[in-house]
């Protein structure tokens, strides 16, 4: 028993030694491999606010919908456009009679 004493009095700081390395390069993995808590919330918050902005984006059928609705305003503009053609030509006749009738 006493050479384990005195095998441990002489080869402490050789144990301490290796010991500090074998933490250090412990700490040294652990750090480079996970991600500290300040970093973690930071993505925390930004996945919190991409998931928002996904759920404030419409959906599929809300996009179909919409198309829907594009077609229906075109196809009344076009009717709205033959109206005014028509207008136009009425206006067009009206004034031009009225020029003839200026002239005689």
Do not use: C
């Amino acid at each position: 028993m006493g050479d384990v004493g005195e095998l441990i009095r002489n080869y402490w700081p050789l144990v301490a030694g290796v010991g500090s390395l074998a933490g250090i390069g412990t700490f040294a993995w652990l750090s480079n491999r996970f991600v500290t808590k300040a970093e973690h919330r930071k993505l925390e918050e930004r996945m919190a606010a991409a998931e928002k902005a996904i759920a404030s984006v419409p959906s599929s059928d809300d996009w179909h919908e919409m198309d829907k609705r594009l077609v229906q305003v075109a196809t009344q503009n076009e009717s709205i456009m033959v109206s005014l053609k028509g207008i136009e030509n009425r206006l067009a006749m009206l004034y031009e009679n009225e020029l003839r009738q200026e002239q005689k």
